[in-house]
């Protein structure tokens, strides 16, 4: 079983820049080996692939976040991070942190992800 738990979600105002923080354990989880990946979810919406970062460091992003938002893996600490810069009031969204399978395909859609976080609120005021 892995357990993804995402931190640092808030209310911002349009401009601002916010950190998103996923953590990643399991007995037998070998975090260098898991394709990891962001999405998120407004109401009213599907969930959308925002960000996803592959074992072997390929990124790939949503047209709409590509050059304010970047993704990273930190392996020997199990964690992946979403750097969001110049938010808009549109990224307002319940963000979710996902793992896909091991050595899979990049995470750009819901069905390549196999474990998912309990979402994070990110709110942008105008």
């Known amino acids: 079983q892995v357990q993804l738990v995402e931190s640092g979600g808030g209310l911002v105002q349009a401009g601002d820049s916010l950190r998103l923080s996923c953590a990643a354990s399991?007995?037998?989880?070998?975090?260098?080996?898991?394709?990891m990946g962001w999405f998120r979810q407004a109401p009213g919406k599907e969930r959308e692939f925002v960000a996803t970062?592959?074992?072997?460091?390929?990124?790939y992003y949503e047209d709409s976040v590509k050059g304010r938002f970047t993704i990273s893996r930190d392996n020997a600490k199990n964690t992946v991070v979403l750097q969001m810069n110049s938010l808009k009031p549109e990224d307002t969204a319940v963000y979710y942190c996902?793992?896909?399978?091991?050595?899979?395909?990049?995470?750009?859609?819901?069905?390549?992800?196999?474990?998912w976080g309990q979402g994070t609120q990110v709110t942008v005021s105008s």
């Open positions: 996902a793992a896909g399978r091991e050595y899979g395909m990049p995470l750009t859609r819901r069905s390549d992800s196999v474990y």
């Open positions: 399991g007995r037998t989880f070998r975090f260098s080996n898991y394709p």
């Open positions: 970062i592959r074992w072997n460091g390929a990124i």
